[in-house]
């Protein structure tokens, strides 16, 4: 099975908790607060790897976790990080959070996109002695990691890609081309997933992918070509693949003009893809036949297509011109082929991978649920509690200190808040005095 979509989630590791540690060595009486930092949690990364065809490997397994930080320990030794969790994903894998974080687009093997970060560590006691406070018995916890459901979906780099409808002799012509070893029968939906193969020549190689036949409404959903439409994109060059004299009667010009309807209704942009004709089985007609039907379509196509070549895979008619044209017209350069309709992307270029993170809300809001509670909210606040044990009296007045800092006591107070009234925090509630 050939799997070019998938649905997992992602939880970078926890931070490790700081330590709470004094000094403890002979002849010393006042040791003093010695507690080290937890280390960071691991993330979760998406390596790009040339070796992996599709997404096959993330169909058994849905939740992927990075290592937690290790807690910090005494003598101000800090707890070591946890160990990054990495995805391998194919190249042309599109990876769309599902909090609308961000969207990626790999393409490049090597590539890496941090996916979900790792929380960052607590700090130990040491960092909180003061000329005050000099002996602190409270520290900061460890952060949780990032966690999102991620979908990864694939769209196959290729140069050139086989299009057509089903039976048109798209599998035979790949099978003859390059040493890959489609199935082959003479019935449609043969082909029910993307098959490549390569063409090799002195200093270049192409990548030619088999797309499964397109039917009328494939756009839609119909038939089994639409699931791979998204494939095609991809390619650089299509190679439209017609059928001289197709078997069940059907008129050749109806059933060229199906297959680029259902590209240009899929996206524009195909429309746009230059694209080589190769009238197929040209072994099955009369050598007359085919000569007039090759001037035929190079008058009816002009411009429309950079050539048309009479094909036969069973005698391997016009493959070597069909592999000079290719050659000839895939673009040497890939970012030459990239064709962007979005204004931000600059013409001509394709980018390695895009990200679009929308801004976090800053500040804090106070608001009153209920009489004698009021509730604060905010992510730089939520974090703050998180950090600290607020049943610990020495971190629960480090916790005020920072609010009033902050300026949410002084808003607390404008709401009418009264010392002994409960604030509530990320789920938590507490009694506040001020």
């Known amino acids: 099975m050939f799997y070019d979509h998938v649905k997992i989630r992602v939880q970078a590791g926890r931070g490790g908790d700081g330590c709470i540690s004094f000094r403890r060595e002979a002849h010393v009486p006042k040791g003093g607060p010695d507690g080290g930092d937890g280390g960071f949690g691991g993330n979760v990364v998406l390596v790009c790897d040339d070796s992996l065809r599709d997404l096959a490997r993330y169909r058994g397994r849905s939740d992927y976790k990075a290592a937690d930080g290790r807690p910090g320990e005494g003598a101000r030794r800090h707890g070591a990080s946890g160990e990054d969790r ?11 959070a599902g909090d609308g974080r961000f969207t990626v687009d790999l393409s490049r093997p090597g590539r890496r996109f941090v ?6 560590g607590g700090r130990g006691n040491k960092n909180f002695a003061t000329s005050t406070r000099q002996a602190p018995r409270f520290a900061e916890n460890g952060l949780p990691g990032e966690e999102r459901e991620i979908d990864l979906r694939l769209r196959l780099l290729a140069d050139a890609g086989l299009v057509g409808l089903p039976n048109a002799g798209k599998s035979s012509l790949l099978d003859r081309m390059t040493a890959a070893a489609p199935k082959i029968a003479d019935y449609p939906f043969t082909t029910i997933e993307p098959v490549l193969g390569t063409l090799d020549a002195d200093d270049r190689q192409l990548v030619l992918v088999d797309i499964p036949g397109l039917i009328e409404g494939a756009h839609e959903g119909a038939g089994l070509g639409h699931e791979f439409l998204a494939h095609v994109e991809r ?18 010009v109806e059933n060229f003009e199906t297959v680029e309807r259902e590209l240009a209704e899929h996206d524009a942009r195909l429309g746009r893809l230059p694209r ?22 190079r008058e009816r196509l002009g411009e429309r297509a950079l050539a048309v070549l009479v094909t036969s895979s069973a005698t391997r008619e016009g493959l070597d011109d069909l592999r000079d044209e290719i050659f000839r017209h895939a673009p040497a350069d890939e970012a030459a082929a990239w064709q962007e309709d979005d204004s931000e992307v600059p013409a001509g270029e394709r980018p390695e991978h895009m990200v679009y993170r929308p801004a976090d809300k800053e500040g804090f809001v106070v608001r009153e649920v209920e009489p004698g509670v009021f509730r604060i909210e905010g992510r730089g606040i939520e974090l703050l509690i998180a950090r600290f044990d607020v049943g610990n009296e020495e971190a629960l007045s480090h916790v005020e200190n920072r609010l009033r800092t902050i300026g949410v006591i002084r808003e607390l107070e404008r709401k009418g808040f009264q010392s002994g009234n409960e604030i509530e925090i990320a789920n938590q509630r507490f009694e506040l005095d001020i």
């Open 86 to 96: 990495e995805l391998h994903v194919p190249p042309g894998t599109q990876v769309v």
């Open 115 to 120: 996916v979900a970060r790792g929380g960052t």
């Open 235 to 252: 390619c650089r060059l299509l190679v439209h693949v017609l059928d001289l004299a197709p078997l069940d009667g059907s008129d050749p």
């Open 276 to 297: 080589i004709v190769a009238l197929s089985k040209a072994d099955l007609v009369p050598p007359e036949q085919a000569r007039r039907a090759l001037n035929e379509w």
